[in-house]
Each structure stands twice: as structure tokens, then as C-alpha cells.
């Protein structure tokens, strides 16, 4: 059970270490990467903490959910510089990303819904046996059949060429998976961002199996939210207790 230390009391690196689950060597690390203040030492040369040390580490612990390692001891390094305008834009540069993260999974989300709710192409549309030609394809989502070739450079579509005109072939899962680039290119993002989601969606075999995925996703970023919340409560007592 983590102690609560008085004021003035004097803390050995077991101490602020056994309250956490983390070694003494942790502690020591901490305090090298600035995200402890420089401890004191003792005639003898032992290092001695002080319960600054601990809100320090707590804030430290607290942030560490929400704004990952590299972003946390940045935070908690500046702090201990004072430069406490350097923390909050820090902070404020994660709560951008978390906001840019719930804007792509909603994006994902309205694309997926659109994919399944879009009819297949009829019949007519295929231009060859078992798939679909560039042209028609283009000209069923809008686009320019250049657009297309950019996307197949990009990994985004991966049709075949027929073995006698070799011209490209868009079977039912590319014609899926140029359905989705579209949706999220009209929703703003790079093809470099939706790279990885066309091949969530390929080794899902489809859409539906990710929604499962998706949920887990939103769970994440709703948790990730929350830690900030409670890293920044941490934050501001420690904050308060520098003075």
C-alpha cells in the first residue's frame, strides 16, 4: 500500500519505489530522465526524497495511460525545468491527436455504414469475366480512371490483368475496397492513412467482422480520455505543491 507521507518527512528510493510495484533502480532512472526533481543526499551520499518526489511520481504514473511514455516524461521534464507553458502545450498536443483519432474512427465508421449499405454493381458494369475495368469502375464512383492507378500505387486496390489485354481487373473485394478509399478520401484523409484500414478490412475478410474491432477502438479512446483527465488532476497537485 503506497504511504502518504507528511511534509518534511524524508523518503529513501524504497520508499517511493514499494508504494508503485517499481524498483529502486526505476527510481533512480526517473530521476536521471528529469521526470523526478534532483534528489538530496545524505552526508553519507544516499539519496533522499521528499513527498514533492512523490506527487511527482504519481503525476508521472498517472500520465503515463493517457499520454504514452516519450509524451508523459516530456511533460513531467518540463515541469521540473519550469517551464510549464512547454507541459501544457505538450498536453494540448495529445488531446489534438486524441480528437484527430475520434474524427478518423467516426470516418472509418460512416464509411463501413456506406459500404454496406451501397448496392453492388450490376451486372452491366462488368466489362470482363469475373471483374470489373477501370473505366466502368471510375465512372461508378466519379473519379478519373488515373485516380484509380494512383490508389493501386498506393496499395489501396490490388486488381489483377487479364492474361490476353492486360488491362487491370477489379474483382468484388477491390471494388469493396476502391468503394472505401472513396468514402474516406471525400472525408479527407491521405492515402497513406487509409492504407492500413483497407488492410484491417482485407484480413477481416469485410467489413462486418470489424466492427468488433471498431468498438474496441472507441473503448480505447474513450479510456485513453479519461487517463488524461485523471493524469491532468495528478498534474495540477503536483503543480501546486512546487508552488
Known sequence: MERNPQKGERLRPIDLARGHGLSTQAIRNYEAAGILPAAGRT?????????????????????????????????????????????????????????????????VQRALRDLQHTRAPEPNAVSGPGGTFIGPLAGKLGIRPATLRKWERAGLVRPRRDPQTGYRVFDQADVRDARLAHQLRRGGYLLEQIAPLIAQVRAAGGPEPLEATLRDWHGRLSARGRAMLAGAAELEAYLRERG
Not at 52 to 66: D, E, I, M, S, V
Not at 94 to 103: I, M, P, V, W
Request: charged share 15%; aromatic share 4%; proline share 5%.
Open 43 to 107: 552526508p553519507h551520499g544516499y539519496r533522499t526524497y521528499t513527498p514533492l518526489h512523490a506527487q511527482a511520481l504519481r503525476a508521472f504514473l498517472t500520465l503515463l495511460p493517457g499520454h504514452g511514455h516519450q509524451t508523459a516524461t516530456s511533460i513531467m521534464r518540463a515541469v521540473n525545468q519550469g517551464a510549464a507553458e512547454e507541459a501544457l502545450h505538450l498536453i494540448d498536443a495529445s488531446h489534438a491527436q486524441l480528437l484527430d483519432d475520434r474524427r478518423t474512427l467516426q470516418a
